[in-house]
């Protein structure tokens, strides 16, 4: 373990961990002291974390401590505690967690990130009691940090290289808050499985590799997976499943609509996308831009008097000192970006393509888990595959496989709602059945015109109970039907 690489904080961390370790008369130190220690820190980023996930510090220290009560301990403190092989393997994975965050050394959150990677040896009673997650971790993470100096451009590096201290000369950038950090998200677990477009995504990659015109713009139908191509590449960069070239690259989503709107005076949008597209270079290809329907960048910005968002991403683009994703259908392409013949030859098009049958049934099939465990409900396999079916025999006009996910998504919504209902009128309907009893042994023998009041009473109750059971039944009547036909 190379401390250099740890900041003061962590280095305080891991001394007070110590500390905690010959206090319990421990014989190492282990994973559950460096979270105490963790715990206690005031002001420190572990604790803004724990304030966005609502978790208590004294809770989460109170709750290892029972944990380390009940393990094996010495006679005597030791002075020199070794560091135990679990809580190595979670200073050295803080190292990468460091990475993926773009911060210059190691500090107590990324040791916290690592420390709950569902790989390490954090005990699984800690892990229930405390009910903290890697991915809610980092979902909190991009939610509360601030975009300061996301990337490290060639100077910051040499700076830091230099000796000056961490985050010296950190500011805010004014223009990356009109981006989205699509690596944070990905991260943070928030992307559905990307399946079937691993061509696709390595065309892209070799694209953005290129020294000139290295701008994929994907080119695809709505609803075919564009944008999916480009979840899929941020989270390959998170997984560590990209050349080693852009193992370090953050991909940012530009929202066009939050740059312009606001942009009231004449220049204004224009000092702002030339803002992004310098600090974007100054990176040196550590951001890569991503602009969903790309086809809007022409003549964006331009009724405010001055050049659109085209033009001014043109000389960039032409010199390759940026790289831009951009994503688009066919109609608009043509429309568009090919009237601009400057700007078309900056890009290289990726052709995405409608999924043919086996391939959007096993599209549908990958995701299926997400739709499962947001409505608390398990698609049979032949539902998944009529989905896909049914959306290419009825809804031709829609693209596969979005237009499947949309039933599945909405098949689950409905099954939700129905289930909810019944569970909630089914136990109303036999309470009235021993009513409708007594009411029918009430009338049993007598005739309706001398006891009107009776048979009437006996009607109405009947009616609403009538009308209740039809409600389940028009919800349920198919499953009793396909039970009543496997039983025969």
């Not at 319990?24 to 220690?37: G, N, Q, S, T």
């Not at 030339?274 to 550590?286: F, P, Q, R, S, Y």
């Amino acid at each position: 373990m190379d401390i250099a690489n740890y900041s003061s904080d962590s280095r305080a961390a891991i001394k007070n961990a110590r500390e905690i370790a010959q206090s319990f008369r421990h014989p190492e130190i282990e994973i559950e002291h460096m979270l105490i220690a963790l715990v206690r820190q005031e002001g420190s980023q572990v604790e803004s974390i724990l304030n966005a996930l609502g978790k208590s510090p004294k809770m989460i220290e109170s709750v290892i401590e029972t944990y380390l009560n009940d393990q094996a301990s010495r006679g005597s403190a030791r002075e020199n505690l070794a560091v135990s092989p679990g809580l190595q393997e979670v200073l050295q994975q803080a190292i990468e967690e460091k990475a993926k965050l773009y911060d210059a050394l190691v500090e107590p959150e990324h040791i916290f990130i690592a420390a709950f990677d569902p790989k390490s040896q954090l005990g699984p009673y800690i892990r229930d009691k405390v009910d903290i997650t890697k991915e809610t971790i980092y979902r909190a993470i991009a939610d509360s940090k601030s975009i300061e100096d996301i990337t490290s451009s060639a100077e910051a590096k040499a700076a830091a290289a230099g000796g000056e201290a961490p985050g010296s000369g950190k500011k805010v950038s004014g223009t990356l808050k009109y981006c989205i950090d699509l690596t944070n998200q990905a991260a943070a677990g928030q992307f559905d499985p990307v399946i079937g477009r691993d061509k696709e995504i390595r065309q892209v990659m070799q694209i953005l590799l290129r020294r000139r015109k290295n701008s994929p713009v994907l080119i695809g139908g709505p609803g075919v997976g564009k944008t999916a191509i480009v979840e899929g590449f941020a989270q390959a960069v998170v997984d560590g499943e990209v050349v080693d070239a852009l193992k370090n690259v953050k991909v940012m989503e530009l929202d066009m609509g939050a740059m312009i709107a606001g942009a009231k005076y004449k220049g204004e949008f224009e000092e702002r996308l030339k803002n992004l597209i310098g600090e974007v270079v100054k990176t040196a290809g550590n951001v890569v831009l991503f602009i969903d329907e790309v086809h809007m960048i022409v003549g964006a910005g331009g009724n405010t008097g001055g050049s659109d968002a085209a033009n001014l991403l043109k000389p960039a683009l032409a010199r390759g000192q940026i790289r831009l994703i951009g994503a688009t259908t066919e109609e608009e392409y043509t429309k568009y970006l090919e009237k601009d013949k400057a700007l078309e030859r900056r890009f290289e098009k990726v052709l995405v393509e409608e999924p043919i049958f086996d391939d959007a049934v096993r599209i549908a099939r990958g995701i299926a888990g997400k739709y499962q465990e947001h409505h608390k409900i398990e698609y049979t396999p032949e539902a998944i595959i009529g989905a896909v079916k049914f959306a290419m025999r009825y809804l031709s006009e829609r693209n596969l496989p979005d237009i499947a996910l949309d039933i599945i998504d909405e098949a689950g919504s409905e099954f939700g709602v129905k289930e909810e209902f019944a569970r909630k009128q089914i136990p109303e309907l036999e309470k009235q059945i021993p009513e409708l009893e007594k009411l029918f042994a009430a009338c049993e023998g007598k005739k309706p015109e001398d006891n009107a009041e009776a048979f009437e009473t006996l009607r109405a109750t009947y009616d609403e109970f009538a009308r209740k059971v039809d409600m389940v039944y028009g919800y349920w009547g198919h499953r009793v039907d396909i039970a009543e036909g496997e039983k025969a």
